[in-house]
């Protein structure tokens, strides 16, 4: 692990309460980031590290979170966005409520949108930042039967990348991390053909960690990953294949 590399940088973690989220949220503070979790359930304690109240689909929610984490340390300099849902599992689209397909754009589409946009209004006068969304595979490759997850991950993709290219020099980096299905608390909520049938599309024949996921994530908000942005990272075990 490298040492001490966000010594003085001020991160936000939204989805940092449990899973993917609070593994790199505890990555980051132990690599020396202030770091605090963003969720609609933060904890009441997070291991030493701040929480606030966020809700990713309210505009409001999300302008008060990030001017909280800028009142308290003066700046933000790194924007992990990890929260998300899965949303009705081994569902065919006929038989998709179009009321579970809105809820689930709108906690993982529209949250990156307003996520996006609230870090990037902060993080331009300092000319310095780096964002990171947890899209999908599933975006990639369409997941059968779950339809509003595997469209809302392909939408984070295109705004990633569009959303890339607008601010490639400024000094801000936007990207994405796509994993084949890691074991997380998530997972309960998938029906065990989907997960059976997720795991069987991975050649390493295992679900990732949420360490290996903290791993890659870290390196991609760091200042060494300056020349990458609008880039969607690959952590399937090998299912990836473009």
């Known amino acids: ?24 949220a505890r990555r980051l503070a132990a690599e020396g980031a202030s770091v605090t979790i963003g969720d609609s359930n933060p904890p009441a304690q997070a291991d030493g590290l701040a929480s606030a109240l966020m809700d990713v689909r309210d505009e409001t929610s999300v302008r008060r979170g990030v001017a909280a984490v800028v009142d308290n340390h003066g700046r933000l300099d790194i924007l992990v966005n990890c929260a998300g849902i899965p949303g009705p599992t081994s569902v065919k689209i006929t038989d998709y409520r179009a009321e579970e397909f809105d809820q689930v754009v709108a906690v993982n589409l529209r949250g990156a949108f307003l996520t996006t946009r609230a870090a990037i209004e902060t993080m331009l006068p300092r000319s310095y930042g780096r ?28 705004l990633i990348k569009g959303v890339g290219k607008e601010y490639a020099t400024s000094g801000i980096t936007v990207n994405g991390l796509a994993p084949a299905v890691i074991r997380t608390p998530m997972i309960a909520d998938v029906t065990p053909e989907m997960l059976s049938y997720m795991e069987s599309r991975i050649p390493m024949g295992r679900l ?13 908000v760091s200042p060494e990953a300056s020349f990458n942005t609008g880039c969607i990272f690959d952590l399937s075990g090998g299912r990836a294949t473009w």
């Not at 590399?5 to 940092?16: K, M, N, P, Y």
Request: proline share 2%.
């Open 1 to 24: 692990m490298a040492d001490r590399r966000f010594a003085g940088q001020v991160a936000l973690v939204t989805g940092g309460a449990s899973g993917i989220g609070a593994g790199i």
């Open 131 to 158: 964002i990171l969304h947890l899209v999908s595979i599933a975006g990639k490759e369409g997941n059968p039967g779950m339809v509003g997850y595997s469209a809302s991950k392909a939408g984070m993709t295109g």
């Open 208 to 220: 990732g960690t949420i360490e290996e996921v903290a791993s890659l994530a870290c390196w991609i």
